[in-house]
T-cell receptor, first 113, second 111 residues
Framework: DAGVTQSPTHLIKTRGQQVTLRCSPK?????VSWYQQALGQGPQFIFQ???????QRGNFPDRFSGHQFPNYSSELNVNALLLGDSALYLC????????????FGQGTRLTVV | KQEVTQIPAALSVPEGENLVLNCSFT??????LQWFRQDPGKGLTSLLL?????REQTSGRLNASLDKSSGRSTLYIAASQPGDSATYLC??????????FGGGTRVLVKP
């Protein structure tokens, strides 16, 4: 079992550009959540996807959008990048039904210059 | 709105000492409480998951307790080792496994 995998591991973008991050969930998991972790802080919930639909959303602007594919993998898109979007972006997978353990990937380090 | 706090923000102990990490949350209507470990620049490794109906969970040298009525969870690490040096994060789980994290406690175990 490869666990949760994210790509790329590191990314440098220029302010105003757009970025796409990718996540493959743990085998058997159908729910993917995305988190943003600024340096020295705990992760903040961005949104969650289940059955290819956004089910829950945190306090993030519409510049942050996502998608889930039929194989449960997911993408996080950020438009019009700001310097403040620089962070570690973490993907977590879990089973939708019930209260279950969340498993995280290694993250994508995004730097906006 | 759920808020999770971890105090202290940093902790330094000599090798062999027991570690006690604290986590408090404001909304007791949680589904679960999960503890994670994070090494610098890396992702999160799940350590323990306590369901809302449980009082504690144990795994090896790790033991976590949960008191919903007081809004507290404690992670105990027995006989600490230098390899335990990392940041430890707690997260309160809501419906649909949405997690609200604390700011973490950075632990240094000195040989």
């Amino acid at each position: 079992d490869a666990g949760v995998t994210q790509s790329p591991t590191h990314l440098i973008k220029t302010r105003g550009q757009q970025v796409t991050l990718r996540c493959s969930p743990k085998s058997g998991h159908d729910t993917v959540s995305w988190y943003q972790q600024a340096l020295g802080q705990g992760p903040q919930f961005i949104f969650q996807y289940y059955e290819e639909e956004e089910r829950q959303r945190g306090n993030f602007p519409d510049r942050f959008s996502g998608h889930q594919f039929p194989n449960y993998s997911s993408e996080l898109n950020v438009n019009a990048l700001l310097l403040g979007d620089s962070a570690l972006y973490l993907c977590a997978s879990s089973l939708h039904v019930g209260s279950t353990e969340a498993f995280f990937g290694q993250g994508t380090r995004l730097t906006v210059v | 709105k759920q808020e999770v706090t971890q105090i202290p923000a940093a902790l330094s102990v000599p090798e062999g000492e027991n570690l006690v990490l604290n986590c408090s949350f404001t909304d007791s209507a949680i589904y679960n409480l999960q503890w994670f470990r994070q090494d610098p620049g890396k992702g999160l490794t799940s350590l323990l998951l306590i369901q809302s109906s449980q009082r504690e969970q144990t795994s090896g040298r790790l033991n976590a307790s949960l008191d919903k009525s007081s809004g507290r969870s404690t992670l105990y690490i027995a006989a600490s080792q230098p390899g335990d040096s990392a940041t430890y994060l707690c997260a309160a789980g809501a419906a649909g496994n949405k997690l609200t994290f604390g700011g973490g406690t950075r632990v240094l175990v000195k040989p």
